[in-house]
């Protein structure tokens, strides 16, 4: 028998995933919940789902193997913690939490258990933290000096719609929640490449100068996160002894499609550079960020940004996708594939499915599905999480505390089910 998943929250993030969780051919059976019942039965018809369930509680009482969480950010510990206890693997989207202590209950959770849990980090596969993680274990990199992280995400851009969308007319009270309690896509590009951990932090935050005409946040009465910094910066002391910066800016005059999750890293031996990149008129495409190697010497140069492009085929070209599924794998029969992401692994199942987030969601579900029948812990794991995580909580308790350097507490790796 396959496994059977219930997918939790059918919004439109979760939409990204239903079909790829459908399709996959480990599993043999989906049920959707939702608490808004014309949001369930829409979901349910338009992709063909007649199993559904109407709340959590109910959810991890049926025979379902594993749960998906796709619900509100502040919701994601104590749901995967219920999840967990009744015995169904858990994939959670970002974050995995937003206090310490919730971590630490979800960590010792799933230890106690011995489920399967899986942040649904996106920025592990991105192309860039592919490249870097294969040179790095290569030894090109040589040891790590400094890595950059950084996320960056303006509040106009979508942020205010989605906060109403979630929240009905309480919406404002939750949009001043600290970006660093949402820190793993910047973290992750430099921890989920060299596997060291934050060991100590230092956190600065920068305030929102309100502009007439504007909303003031800061004044919203009974606010749910009392946080006045809508851009943090955390400077790191990492577990290999090196360095990191990372940077979650939510007021920013920048792109965010493409470009706003990037990464630099540099090492003894050689150095991976990102910077945005315009968008290639003549043939209307975008290149998310130019990407640079760059060893001692000026001959060991190389643009790799093709290297790393993700760009969906023509759908003219439907029918040479479907000449590439039946006689070998490769990059052009995904959609948003990049030349180093390793698609040879992924179930032929996936092709022509929509994609996104750099070519990520494919390998999140896949990895995800393959962990649970396999029972090994996947790479993004939880511990995994926690070190992605823990970072941004502590360093937000610093920028409040006036920068003040602090421990970062480690949960450990983990070991195999």
Known sequence: MGLRVGICGTGSFAQCFIPLIKAHPLVSKVVLCDLVPEKLQKASEEYGIPHTCPSLDKLVQMDVDAVALFTQNDRHAPQAVQALKAGKHVYSAVPSAITMAELTDLVRTVESTGMI????????????????????????????????????????????????????????????????????????MITGVTGAYAVKVCGMGVKHQVQPGEIDFTKVPDRIYPNDFWNEIMLCQMSDGSTARFIEARRIGYCHRPGSVGMSLYGSEGSFEQQIAPPDQAKGQWTAHHCVWSGKSPGSIQDVTDLLDCRSPDPKEAQAIAVAAKTGLGPEAFTSMSKVHPVQRLPREFVGLRNGHEGSHQFLVHDFITACVDRIHPPNNVWQAARYLAPGLIAHESAMRGGVLMDVPDFGAGSGV
């Open 117 to 188: 849990y899986m942040i649904g980090e996106t920025s592990y596969y991105y192309p860039c933290a592919i490249y870097c993680r294969d040179r790095f274990r290569k030894g090109d990199f040589g040891y790590a000096i400094y890595g950059e992280g950084e996320y960056f995400h303006d509040y106009s851009h979508g942020m205010e719609q989605v906060a109403r969308s979630r929240f009905g007319d309480q919406w404002m009270r939750h949009v001043t929640m600290p970006p660093f309690f949402y820190p793993t896509h910047s973290v992750s």
